[in-house]
């Protein structure tokens, strides 16, 4: 297994995991169950701990890349990782700000309403940055999707 391998199994765990974060603070809020959007949380914060090492394995694999015959590679790398700061600093960000709700939450009192739905807002707005980086990222090395070449390129 090298770098690459590392960084391709990591990076589809914060994607997947906000989705389902996402799901769990919608359905916390539909069926108003705190036990469910403290899951939410909890999953949330864990998907920030793991976005951590998914960045930090982004440089690495592009060195496994560096001689790669497919055409434009470096381009959508750089796109790739242009996307990758800001998606996981707002992964971090939602991840923090459910550990605020959590800790509000200690006392097995709700959390602040106006918390909880920025909590989610930041949720959804990381899951779209890191989708965003995700779409970069699969042009990488799958030819197949890319309909263009680089936008400024």
């Avoid at 108003?32 to 403290?38: A, E, G």
Wanted: net charge neutral.
């Amino acid at each position: 297994m090298n770098n690459a391998h590392i960084h391709l199994v990591l990076n589809h765990i914060p994607i997947i995991g906000l989705g389902i974060v996402l799901f769990l603070l919608v359905l916390a809020e539909l069926k108003r169950s705190v036990d469910i959007r403290r899951a939410g949380w909890i999953l949330l914060i864990l998907i920030g701990i793991i976005a951590i090492p998914t960045y930090f394995t982004g440089d690495p694999a592009e060195q496994v890349l560096e001689h790669s015959p497919i055409g434009e590679t470096e381009e959508w790398i750089q796109i790739h990782e242009e996307r990758a700061g800001p998606a996981t600093l707002i992964t971090l960000a939602s991840a923090l700000l459910a550990g605020i709700c959590l800790w509000k939450d200690r006392s097995k009192k709700l959390a602040p309403g106006p918390l909880i739905i920025i909590t989610l807002l930041t949720a959804l707005l990381a899951f779209g940055a890191m989708l965003w980086t995700a779409q970069a990222g699969g042009k990488i090395r799958h030819t197949e999707i890319r309909y263009a070449p680089p936008p400024g390129f």
